[in-house]
């Protein structure tokens, strides 16, 4: 496994798209999440996705569309999506572009700026 699975540990920011770019799969095992950048960030760069259906990962990622959604502490679920991926070139690579699709209609910058001036619109109308 050593020959095509590197765990690179901590990375600044910046080379963080140039270590994704690398890749072929995304995969995030977590047993507890809120909105990870990190999940973003690899669908931002057209990854495939295999995560745990956790906290806001499932927001993100759309099960079949832009990747796969694994119960947490399935190891055989981990490993039967990204083998299907590995196996399934060409599905990877729609899941990828969907995935980056999803990323910047939903969660670009200026989406999210729209989002929080929406809220504060609301706020602000709704004062009593």
């Known amino acids: 496994m050593g020959k095509k699975v590197h765990i690179m540990g901590e990375r600044l920011h910046e080379e963080i798209p140039k270590y994704l770019s690398t890749a072929d799969i995304f995969a995030l095992p977590s047993y507890t999440e809120g909105l990870p950048n990190v999940v973003l960030e690899a669908?931002?760069?057209?990854?495939?996705?295999?995560?745990?259906?956790?906290?806001?990962?499932?927001?993100?990622?759309?099960?079949?569309i832009s990747g796969i959604l694994v119960d947490k502490k399935s190891l055989d679920a981990l490993k039967q999506g990204m083998e299907r991926l590995i196996r399934n070139e060409s599905l990877a690579k729609e899941m990828g572009i969907n995935g980056r699709k999803i990323v910047m209609k939903k969660f670009s910058w200026n989406r999210n700026a729209e989002e929080v001036i929406k809220t504060y619109d609301e706020i602000i109308n709704n004062k009593p």
């Open 43 to 64: 669908m931002s760069c057209s990854l495939p996705v295999v995560a745990t259906r956790v906290g806001g990962i499932p927001e993100v990622v759309e099960e079949g």
